[in-house]
Nanobody, 121 residues
């Protein structure tokens, strides 16, 4: 089984910074991509940032230039550095890994449990 554990959420003032972490554990053969999503109350889950194994990144327009996705391959961990936070960034943030547990299994998406980020004065 594969588990994703997130950490780093919390309450921050507008203009502040937070760094989220998401560590994957379990049987993992290949990680194809890592993603961060967020979901605000009453809204659909939206992609915030993505990072492929080839190092290609993609960001939502709303966070471009403020958020940075990165990874530590040795630790199977993905990070989301969030700077210049705004109240509209308030949401539950979820990480997701697209991976294969073995060469004999299909590619699947695994999700973290979510971590709350609240931006408020």
């Amino acid at each position: 089984q594969v588990q994703l554990v997130e950490s780093g959420g919390g309450l921050v003032q507008p203009g502040g910074s937070l760094r989220l972490s998401c560590a994957a554990s379990g049987s993992i053969a290949i990680i194809y991509a890592m993603h961060w999503y967020h979901q605000a109350p009453g809204k659909q889950r939206e992609l915030v940032a993505a990072l492929t194994t080839g190092g290609i990144t993609n960001y939502a327009d709303a966070v471009q230039g403020r958020f940075t996705i990165s990874r530590d391959n040795a630790k199977n961990t993905v990070y989301l550095q969030m700077n210049s936070l705004k109240p509209e960034d308030t949401a539950v943030y979820y990480c997701s890994f697209r991976l294969r547990r073995s060469i004999f299994e299909s590619i699947q998406d695994y999700w973290g449990q979510g971590t709350q980020v609240t931006v408020s004065s």
